[in-house]
């Protein structure tokens, strides 16, 4: 089992900056990718990020492109996803995911995190 604890959400104006961190522990040799995933009231958890665990390729949702970065910090567990140039329709709940070896794919959830709240005001 591998557990997930994100970090650093918060209410932020838009156009303003953001950093959100993950926490992994347990069976993390196991983690293939780590993404981060955000689900806005009443639509459907969409995909945010993602990262190779090992590696460290990048893949990101066309909305957060060239705004969003992820990074992770192998010798922490650790995933962030700094936020700039933040708007309003960012605002969700942020959860980090974790894709196992089993699975093999970037884009995966074999673990959740409990979510982090961002709130962009205009």
């Known amino acids: 089992q591998v557990q997930l604890v994100e970090s650093g959400g918060g209410l932020v104006q838009a156009g303003g900056s953001l950093t959100l961190s993950c926490a992994a522990s347990?069976?993390?040799?196991?983690?293939?990718?780590m993404n981060w995933f955000r689900q806005a009231p009443g639509k459907e958890r969409e995909f945010v990020a993602a990262i190779r665990w090992s590696g460290g390729n990048t893949y990101y949702a066309d909305s957060v492109k060239g705004r969003f970065t992820i990074s992770r910090d192998n010798a922490k567990d650790t995933v962030c996803l700094q936020m700039n140039s933040l708007k309003s329709e960012d605002t969700a709940v942020y959860y980090c995911?974790?894709?196992?070896?089993?699975?093999?794919?970037?884009?995966?959830?074999?673990?959740w995190g409990q979510g982090t709240q961002v709130t962009v005001s205009s």
């Open positions: 995911a974790a894709a196992s070896t089993t699975t093999g794919t970037m884009i995966g959830y074999d673990y």
């Open positions: 347990g069976r993390t040799f196991s983690i293939y990718a």
